[in-house]
């Protein structure tokens, strides 16, 4: 494990901790508890979320794909249970995620390639989202004016900085000098299984030329998000304290971007809590029922994350094995066409 990763990691368990034992562990505990139904409630409107996403991934891809809707659902899946759950710093999904597809009979090149531009898309829709919720919370809350725009002024240039940064590498090449990286690598460690990558530069370049794409995709994850709403809207009346849509969506904008700021932490430990404590202050909801909601959603990410992971596992070992039989197959045939062109005629 990287010492940045190390890093993260114990800063974003003690900030979590210190946050848990200063509200209330217990408090925290019984009302995650007493959220029953809710739990199952949050997790069909992810289930729903991950289906949304899945085909804004494969609403990219410059031709009609061949693979099912279910399989990209699949790979999202396990996209997201490894970004959750493994501390990889956020990118380590997008990778895995391009490597399971290239299986699926896309080319590595182009199947890195949307993986790459997907994450961009939902990184854009974000931010609309986010700028949609702070709209709605000066509409209802506007007194609270003061620390929206300092949270504006210090978190939105950043993220815009970040967003324009990758779009600007995708286009200008930095990403040809990535994918010569790579293909480096591959002649040096053939194991790496990188020789595909060749085309990923190409294959960007193609996916940003097809607009109507992009706005399929932007449109997918714009739905995800506002889907998010009714996550926050089930857990909170399923915790006791129930809102309007309207204030859900704040929540939900604002709790995620948050959470988007705290990239560097694995699993955003400690920022997501904290980010749900501001977001949810405005509307009279106590700091430990906002620890509780975000508690909710880290339980829906664990009930969904593992399995995901095994998932992963369960692939990998079946490509494995499958490489394992075509080598068999393949060392029995030379043996025996060596031993044919040994014995006399």
Same mark, same amino acid.
């Given at each position: ?99 399971? &597809? /290239?299986?699926? #009979?896309? *080319?590595?090149?182009?199947?890195? %390639?949307?993986?790459?531009?997907? =994450?961009?898309?939902? @990184? ?111 857990? &909170? /009346?399923?915790? #006791?304290? *129930?809102?309007?849509?309207?204030? %859900?969506?704040?929540?939900?904008? =604002?709790?995620?971007? @948050? ?87």
């Amino acid at each position: 494990m990287k010492v940045g990763v190390m890093i993260g990691l114990g800063v974003g368990s003690l900030g979590l901790t210190g946050l848990l034992a200063y509200y209330g562990i217990t408090q925290i505990g019984l009302a995650v508890l007493g959220a029953g139904w809710g739990l199952l409630g949050v997790m069909l409107v992810h289930a729903i979320q991950l289906s949304f996403t899945g085909s804004a991934w494969r609403a990219l891809l410059p031709t009609s794909p061949s693979q099912s809707r279910l399989v990209f659902l699949r790979l999202r899946w396990i996209r997201e249970a490894i970004n959750n759950l493994l501390p990889v710093a956020q990118i380590g999904g997008e990778v895995v995620g391009a490597r399971l &597809l /290239a299986r699926q #009979g896309v *080319p590595l090149g182009l199947a890195g %390639a949307s993986a790459t531009v997907d =994450l961009t898309v939902e @990184m854009i829709t974000q931010i609309l989202f986010t700028l949609l919720g702070i709209g709605l919370l000066l509409l209802l809350k506007g007194g609270h004016g003061d620390w929206i725009w300092q949270w504006i002024g210090l978190g939105l240039p950043v993220a815009l900085l970040v967003v324009v940064g990758f779009i600007a590498a995708q286009r200008f090449g930095l990403m040809k000098l990535i994918e010569l990286g790579l293909l480096w690598l591959a002649r040096r460690f053939p194991s790496l299984g990188l020789g595909g990558i060749q085309g990923l530069h190409d294959g960007i370049r193609t996916i940003h030329a097809n607009r109507r794409a992009l706005l399929r995709g932007a449109l997918w994850h714009s739905m995800s998000w506002l889907l998010g709403t009714a996550e926050v809207w089930v857990a &909170l /009346a399923a915790l #006791g304290h *129930p809102v309007s849509i309207r204030e %859900a969506l704040v929540i939900e904008s =604002l709790g995620a971007a @948050m959470r988007s700021t705290g990239f560097a932490v694995p699993a955003a430990l400690g920022v997501q809590e904290a980010g749900f404590i501001i977001a949810a202050a405005p509307f009279g909801i106590p700091p430990e029922l906002a620890i509780a909601l975000s508690m909710v959603k880290r339980l829906r990410e664990l009930a969904f994350g593992i399995p995901g992971l095994v998932a992963w596992q369960w692939s990998e070992g079946r490509y494995l094995a499958a490489l394992g039989r075509t080598g068999i197959v393949t060392a029995g045939a030379g043996t025996a066409q060596s031993r044919s062109t040994d014995s006399p005629r």
